[in-house]
Antibody
Framework: QVQLQESGPGLVKPSQTLSLTCTVS??????????WSWIRQPAGKGLEWIGR???????NYNPSLKSRVTMSVDTSKHQFSLKLSSVTAADTAVYYC?????????????WGQGTLVTVFS | DIQMTQSPSSLSASIGDRVSITCRAS??????LNWYQQKPGKAPKLLIY???SLQSGVPSRFSGSGSGTDFTLTISSLQPEDFATYYC????????FGPGTKVDIK
C-alpha cells in the first residue's frame, strides 16, 4: 500500500525558508485521481491545510499562507516538496504530507508520520 | 473561510459506551465532511468520508451522519483503542478542520 515519508531539517532560523520533502512509496505518485498535500499541526493544537500539488505541477494554497508557500513535484523521484519562506516561531509545528482525494470529497489518506520543525534562533 | 466547530471539546466515557461527537459548519457544506482519529504522537487516520461513508478497514462501530451544517460521528460501543482525538474536516471550500474532540477514559 502507498506510504509517505517526510524529510528535512528539524530546525530553521527565523526569517529563513523551511524546506521539506515527501517521498511516496508502494505506489506511483502519478497514478490515480489524487492530489498531494501538506498539513501542519502546532503542538497541542489543531490541523491546518497548507496546500496541494497535482502531478501536472498545478497547485492550490491556503490563502492564509499563500504568499509564503511554494510546492513542487518530482515524479521521477516519487517526491513532492514544500517551501515556506520568512518563517517565524508561529510556523513551529509537526508537518505532515498526505495523499488527497481529488474526486470531490478531498479526504486525506494515507498520511506520513509527520516531522517536527522548530523555528529557533 | 468556513469555520468548523466541534462539541464537546472533550468527553469521558467507559468501554462499551455509545459516543457521539458533533461537528458544525458556519455555512452549508452539503455532505463535504470527513472525520479523522488521531492518537498521541501519530498522524491522523481517516475514518469517514463524504459524511457517512466508512473508510475501508475501519470498524463498523464507527458511523457518520448529517448534511448541510450539522454532522455527527458516532461510536456505537467504545473500545480501548478508540480513546483518541477526533477531527472533522470540510472540503466544500478552502479545506479546514474542526478543533478536535478528545475522548478519554472515565
Amino acid at each position: 500500500q502507498v506510504q509517505l515519508q517526510e524529510s528535512g531539517p528539524g530546525l530553521v532560523k527565523p526569517s529563513q525558508t523551511l524546506s521539506l520533502t515527501c517521498t511516496v512509496s508502494g505506489g506511483s505518485i502519478s497514478s490515480g485521481t489524487y492530489y498531494w498535500s501538506w498539513i501542519r499541526q502546532p503542538a497541542g493544537k489543531g490541523l491546518e491545510w497548507i496546500g496541494r500539488i497535482y502531478t501536472s505541477g498545478s497547485t492550490n494554497y491556503n490563502p492564509s499562507l499563500k504568499s509564503r508557500v511554494t510546492m513542487s513535484v518530482d515524479t521521477s523521484k516519487h517526491q513532492f516538496s514544500l517551501k515556506l519562506s520568512s518563517v517565524t516561531a508561529a510556523d513551529t509545528a509537526v508537518y505532515y504530507c498526505a495523499r488527497e482525494d481529488s474526486s470531490g470529497y478531498n479526504w486525506f489518506d494515507p498520511w506520513g508520520q509527520g516531522t517536527l520543525v522548530t523555528v529557533f534562533s | 473561510d468556513i469555520q468548523m466547530t466541534q462539541s464537546p471539546s472533550s468527553l469521558s466515557a467507559s468501554i462499551g459506551d455509545r459516543v457521539s461527537i458533533t461537528c458544525r459548519a458556519s455555512q452549508s457544506i452539503s455532505g463535504y465532511l470527513n472525520w479523522y482519529q488521531q492518537k498521541p504522537g501519530k498522524a491522523p487516520k481517516l475514518l469517514i468520508y463524504a459524511a457517512s461513508s466508512l473508510q475501508s478497514g475501519v470498524p463498523s462501530r464507527f458511523s457518520g451522519s448529517g448534511s448541510g451544517t450539522d454532522f455527527t460521528l458516532t461510536i456505537s460501543s467504545l473500545q480501548p483503542e478508540d480513546f483518541a482525538t477526533y477531527y472533522c474536516q470540510q472540503s466544500y471550500s478552502t479545506l479546514t478542520f474542526g478543533p478536535g474532540t478528545k475522548v478519554d477514559i472515565k
